[in-house]
């Protein structure tokens, strides 16, 4: 499903440039955020489960003395 933007819409987006925009459903009280689609794509497939899963051979590949100790990041 596409919405088209009205003309006050348009502008408001354009005039945020690149930050994020947020949208409000006042029916629900929900926040969605809206972002290019471009930008969309690129997040989706960062998060989509075979992005991940073609990580676990590599990861399978590393040795635990190769880690680095978490205590590193403690009370900071």
């Given at each position: 499903m596409t919405l088209?933007?009205?003309?006050?819409?348009?502008?408001?987006?354009?005039?945020?440039?690149?930050?994020?925009?947020?949208?409000?459903?006042?029916?629900?009280?929900?926040t969605y955020v809206l972002v290019r689609a471009d930008i969309y794509q690129k997040i989706q497939s960062l998060l989509e489960e075979d992005a991940v899963s073609s990580m676990e051979p590599l990861l399978a590949e590393l040795c635990p003395e190769d880690w680095e100790d978490s205590s590193n990041y403690e009370n900071r």
């Open positions: 088209e933007l009205t003309e006050q819409q348009h502008q408001a987006l354009t005039q945020v440039s690149r930050s994020p925009v947020s949208v409000l459903d006042r029916a629900t009280n929900t």
